[in-house]
Structures are given as C-alpha cells and as structure tokens.
C-alpha cells in the first residue's frame, strides 16, 4: 500500500516536531516545509532527521507553495508555521499578520489551484477569545482578540472556514489552548520558568522575573494536543474543535510547583517584572473540549503536574549536561586556570563569570 503523505509547515517548533514524531510513526511519508536560512535551527527534530524529507517553502511566496504540492502532492496538510510570540507581535504587527494571517490564505489557495482533495489543518489559538464573554470557552464563544498576534490568528480561521464553505475543501481548524512541553521555546512563560528554576537550582541564576503572575491558562501537553490535530484530519467531514483541559492554573501556580519539584520555595527567588506585562491583558483562557472527545475520542494524557514536572526536570538535564561539558572544556582552557589561580577575589568571580556565558 502507497504510504499517506503528509507537510508541516513549523515543522521546526514544538508541535512539528511531536505532530513529525506521530506521523511517521503512523507509517506516513513526512515533509517538513522549511524557509530558506543561512542558520539552521533543527534542535527539535535532529533526532527525526533521514526519517522526514525536508523541503524549502514560504508562506510569503505563493509560488513556492503551488511548486512544493505540485512536487510532493500530499494528502494532508498541517499548517503549524506562524510567529506565534505575544510581545513580539506588538512589535512587529504587520510581519504577524503576512505570516499567521495572509500565509493562511495563500495556503489555502495553493491548495484550490493544485489539489481540493487535499486536506487541510490550520493550528487556530485560544487567543483569539482574548477578552473571554463566558467561561469556559467552546467553538461557539464569540471572540474578542486582544493582540496583533490573534487578531491574524482569527483571521487565519475564519478564511479556513471560508475556503471549506466556499470551494468544498477539506478544512479545519484546531482552537488550541495552551499547551506546552520541554520543546517549548523559552521566550514562553512556561519555558521561562521551568529554564530559570533549573538555572536557580544548579547556582547558574539568583531570580527568576514574570510578568503578570495572576494571569490564568488552560495547560496540557503539546505531545498530546498534536493526536488531535491528526484525528481532525481523519474526520469523515469537516469540523473545528476546542482542544483544552479543561483546568485553569495561574503563572503564579506554575511557578511554585516549578520550584517545588526543583526543591525550591518560589517566594525567595520570583520577582515581579511590570515590564514583563502586555499592553492588553488576557487575564482567563479555560477551555470546553467536551466536542473532542466526543467525536474524536481525544482526551488528554498528561496531567498538569506532570507537564510542569516534567519540563522542569528535561532543563535540569540539559544544564547539567551542559556544565559538564563546559568543565571538561574549562580543565584544558588557561583562562580557566587564571580564573582559578588569579589572586584578587573580584577578578575570580568576573574571568569565571565569563566562562560560564561561552
């Protein structure tokens, strides 16, 4: 039998790498669409390299996405590529909106002009609730978006809606809630924390700042949330879903189990940074995915204790592993000697100092 074959696009981020995992482990034949660059950013899925094919694309470039679904015609289309950062899309409204919103459309349009029978996955966000009206939120709760970053995520879900309304195409979106894991990047608060815990336990840092502590979020496992978007796609017709918990816990509440697992107590070591804070707050996302487990069967795995755990512990490793490499390097490294031998204590601590950041 001819194996499926499937294209992401992120497949470099957190949930291309576990959704790649899946897929191939499903027996598909696996493209990851990547962007042309002069560094290569494959930590994510070095382990999947030879067992994915990895393509050039742009989802500024119509082009080049009509030429990669004439070459590799694929049965599935997971469109996971956006910039995805909160604070950054205040700074850069008009490239989130090219990238998360408009590379929607020109997806979407390749697909129309190549293949309709493709179907397609757009990774929507709880964000585009923003400034919930209810509690907890379905796919039936109005939005109110509350940064650039999900206003182009609305737009992005509402143009799926209207290709699969208006062409006949096998479209959905996933309405993702929070969902992260040791692969999230640490621009995230969750990675934030889970890195400056281990940092604080291994004597690397002295505080851990965050911004606004009090702010609420459905939390689960990316790993998890990506056999979602898979049972979306195997749908005999088209349909969005929320992909939630179900369960709220503030930044504060993952910090001090962060800290806890580490050992720690939070209090002595978190401080409050307002410029940390967003221009418009969301101050609630909880969502209601009773519909997912009620035609997809999906229900989450990984509890959150576990994920906050488990994230906590896979920073450990990598930071002890990294000082360990870092030492062995430093015992043939004169600077190091210097470092250890120079008689003046100030002079210690900074030549150590400047070790430790290489």
Known sequence: MKKRTALITGITGQDGSYLAELLFEKGYRVFGMVRRSSTETFERIAHLIGHIELVQGDLLDQLSLINLLRQIRPREVYNLASQSFVPTSFEQPVLTGEFTALGVTRMLEAIKLVDRSIRFYQASSSEMFGQVSESPQNEKTPFYPRNPYAVAKLYGHWITVNYRESYGIFAVSGILFNHESPRRGKEFVTRRISDGVARIKLGLAKKLALGNLEAKRDWG??????????????????????????????????????????????????????????????????????????????????????????????????????????????????????????????????????????
């Open 221 to 358: 496992f990316a790993g998890d949330y990506t056999q979602a978007m898979w049972l979306m796609l195997q749908q005999k017709r088209p349909r969005d879903f929320v992909i939630a918990t179900g369960q709220t816990h503030s930044v504060r509440e993952f910090a001090a189990l962060a800290f806890k697992t580490a050992g720690l107590h939070w209090r002595r070591y978190v401080v409050e940074d307002r410029t940390l804070f967003r221009p418009a707050e969301v101050h609630l996302l909880c969502g209601d995915a009773s519909k997912a487990r009620r035609v997809l069967g999906w229900k989450p795995k990984v509890s959150f204790e576990e994920l906050v755990k488990m994230m906590v512990e896979a920073d450990l490793e990598r930071l002890r592993h990294c000082e360990s490499r870092r030492s062995a390097a430093g015992r043939s490294n004169p600077v190091s000697e210097i470092a250890f031998r120079h008689p003046k204590r100030r002079t210690r601590r900074a030549l150590w100092r400047a070790l430790r950041s290489q």
